[in-house]
């Protein structure tokens, strides 16, 4: 049966190119982002994810158009660097809006076409920053955690209608989404700049020299051929070491190297 999946934030990076390879397996495609990509081929709505109205209108038509929905990729996302002590609150809003509200608008509003398909998958991508307290990454990392949480209990409320719920959590991986990250104008006097240099200098070099997207896109497609997805998969042999050291090491030596990385 040919598969309807829908993708938020499908206008570039990992979004783009999930909904790409998936398209060209002769799956029905649903793009979802606020701008158009350049050269889509697969059907597309502009929808704001932050916005309930916009999410709630946009599932209304492919309600109208498809029916169902057999999977849904909650892509969409954005970055926000700084010290937490110059963060306005308006950015630390948006990203809220953007990484955690975002899914949860989208997955609710999709739910009753989810239902259509007798079984479904919801696939939220997170980030193995969500599993570290990065420096000057504060407000990004507390989006995945969140996200990460919202997942799991998810998983727990569906799992007697049919519909499974896993998490994908890359590392570093390359793509328009550094040049995008928010980055608040830091003063000549402020007491953290050249911190907050070194730390985002050296996290926007390890993305650009990061995983290509289509290693997130295998990820997808294998667990989208399993019978049960598992609560959550890391994207990365490297990036399933740091997840295991987490596991084994006291707390206070995780931070003492997130600080030398990326704090001192």
Do not use: W
């Amino acid at each position: 049966m040919n598969r309807i999946i829908c993708i938020t934030g499908a206008s570039s990076g990992i979004g783009f190119e999930l909904a790409k390879f998936f398209h060209q397996s002769n799956d029905t495609v649903l793009g979802i982002s606020r701008t158009y990509p350049k050269d889509v081929s697969f059907d597309y709505f502009l929808c704001d994810v932050a916005d309930e109205s916009s999410v709630r209108e946009t599932f209304q038509r492919i309600r109208e158009k498809y029916g169902r929905i057999d999977v849904l990729i909650n892509c969409a996302g954005i970055g926000l660097g700084g010290a937490i002590e110059d963060a306005s609150f308006d950015d630390v809003r948006y990203i809220f809006a953007v990484n955690v509200f975002g899914p949860f608008l989208v997955s609710k509003h999709a739910m009753d076409l989810l239902r259509n398909a007798g079984e479904a998958r919801i696939i939220n991508i997170g980030s193995v920053a969500g599993e570290f307290p990065i420096p000057f990454q504060a407000f990004y990392c507390m989006t995945k955690s969140s996200l990460h949480t919202f997942s799991k209990a998810l998983k727990m409320e569906l799992k007697p209608l049919s519909i499974d719920v896993c998490t994908v959590m890359p590392g570093d991986t390359r793509t328009g989404f550094t040049k995008n990250r928010i980055k608040p104008p830091v003063e000549e006097d402020n007491l953290y700049r050249e911190r907050i240099n070194r730390s985002l200098g050296r996290m926007e070099k390890d993305e650009q020299s990061g995983k290509d997207p289509s290693s997130v896109v295998e990820a997808v497609d294998r667990l989208l051929k399993m019978k049960r997805m598992p609560v959550s998969v890391t994207v990365g042999f490297e990036y399933k070491l740091f997840m295991f050291f987490k596991r084994i090491v006291p707390e206070r030596i995780v931070d003492y190297f997130l600080f030398r990385m990326y704090g001192k």
